[in-house]
């Protein structure tokens, strides 16, 4: 038998991929066209356009890398990092540390300002450290996906533009779930992923880089040293009257994205915002009512991703497990330090619904 034909179809609520929606698979099975055709560069204006709008940016270099949000953060870090420059990480989870791995091996002098996993970046720390030393570019994970914490990036946005580093921020869990607002925040690096709030299949990174990063890319001492993810050679490809080949563009993916913003998009950006707060709100009701509680303090919650605590004596993977042999419904387990203690809830895109609140709270009754 062919295994694709007899796939489980299980409820995604974990930290991602999330339910891929309706209409994003109809555009997966579209006809692929070629990369160059008239009708996919105009598809990819469009997207390009539409991303712009989801992210509030007027930036020109905004587009969906190829690969997952691991290849947005190699992009935003390889174009813009030469060795010797400084950079620091705002840390409170599993994400900004690969950020500073990504930063460390491009050569940079990596500076970390820490925070307890569960707790957000504290801007009056992030003040005194910029009032004390200058820095190139200042990175920091606005949703970090493996505590379930919202970090402020509108505290966070005005002290970094005020230092002149360029701020880089990834928002790989939170675009689609809460505002990402580029240029009010003053962004020159930003990624994202498509497998969260987008509801569509891992596989793109939409991307944006303000001018001020594009000129301290055009300015580099050295090559990118990195030739599939340099920005320089693929905006040749993505803008422009013609159109040159870089590599051969994930067609059928781009449509999967194109459609899952516009899905986004024609709901209305408040309105799934609003739904995803209304599913959190519905789901931490539901929790608390089974005895449960949350990692994360009120106030800091993501509403996309929620981290619930362990209770003593109950068996972690044994719960995650019958989750998913009984009632089809994925979890994610805790990472690092978190690992047994929590598990991670994820209401992304199409799954932030009070339908799928109730089935998981139901479903998590029965097994605890
Ligand atoms: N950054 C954050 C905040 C994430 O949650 C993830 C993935 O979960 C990534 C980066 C890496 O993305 P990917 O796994 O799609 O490569």
New binding site residues.
């Given amino acids: 038998m062919n295994k694709l034909d007899a796939l489980p179809n299980i409820l995604l609520l974990g930290?991602?991929p999330s339910g891929t929606h309706p209409e994003v698979y109809r555009a997966l099975t579209s006809p692929t066209l070629g990369h160059l055709d008239p009708v996919f560069i105009s598809l990819m204006d469009e997207l390009k356009g539409m991303l712009q709008q989801l992210t509030h940016t007027r930036n020109e270099v905004t587009f969906p890398v190829s690969g997952?949000?691991?290849a947005g953060?190699e992009a935003g870090f390889v174009n813009f990092i030469e060795p010797g420059d400084s950079v620091l990480v705002l840390i409170n989870g599993v994400?900004g540390m690969r950020m500073k791995d990504v930063a460390e091996r491009l050569g940079a002098r990596v500076d970390s300002l820490e925070f307890d996993w569960g707790t957000p970046v504290d801007p009056e720390a992030v003040k005194a450290r910029l009032a004390t030393r200058s820095y190139d570019l200042v990175a920091v994970?606005h949703?970090?996906?493996s505590t379930g914490v919202r970090n402020p990036l509108d505290e966070i946005a005005p002290l970094v533009r005020a230092s002149g580093a360029l701020f880089l921020v990834?928002s790989?869990?939170g675009l689609g779930g809460i505002p990402v607002t580029l240029d009010d925040w003053g962004v020159d690096v930003f990624y994202s992923?498509t497998?969260k709030c987008l509801a569509c299949p891992?596989g793109l990174a939409p991307f944006s880089a303000s001018p001020r990063a594009i000129k301290r890319l055009q300015n580099r001492r050295g090559k990118v040293p990195n030739w599939y993810l340099d920005l320089s050679m693929i905006v040749n490809y993505w803008a422009g009257e013609k159109r040159a080949y870089h590599h051969t563009a994930p067609i059928n993916m781009i449509y999967g994205l194109h459609a899952a913003v516009r899905v986004i998009l024609e709901e209305g950006e408040d309105a799934v915002i609003a739904r995803h707060q209304s599913a959190h709100e519905a789901l931490v009701t539901g929790l608390e009512d089974l005895g449960l509680e949350l990692l994360v303090a009120p106030g800091h919650r993501l509403p996309m991703l929620n981290a619930v605590k362990v209770p003593e004596g109950v068996d972690e993977a044994g719960v995650r497990a019958a989750m998913l042999r009984d009632h089809g419904i994925e979890f994610g387990a805790g990472l690092g330090p978190l690992a047994g203690k929590i598990w991670r809830i994820g209401l992304m895109g199409h799954n932030a619904r009070p339908e799928v609140v109730s089935r998981c709270l139901e479903a998590l009754g029965a097994c605890l």
Avoid: H, L, N, Y
């Fill in positions: 930290p991602g997952t949000g691991s953060m994400f994970v949703a970090e996906t990834d790989v869990t992923g497998q891992p």
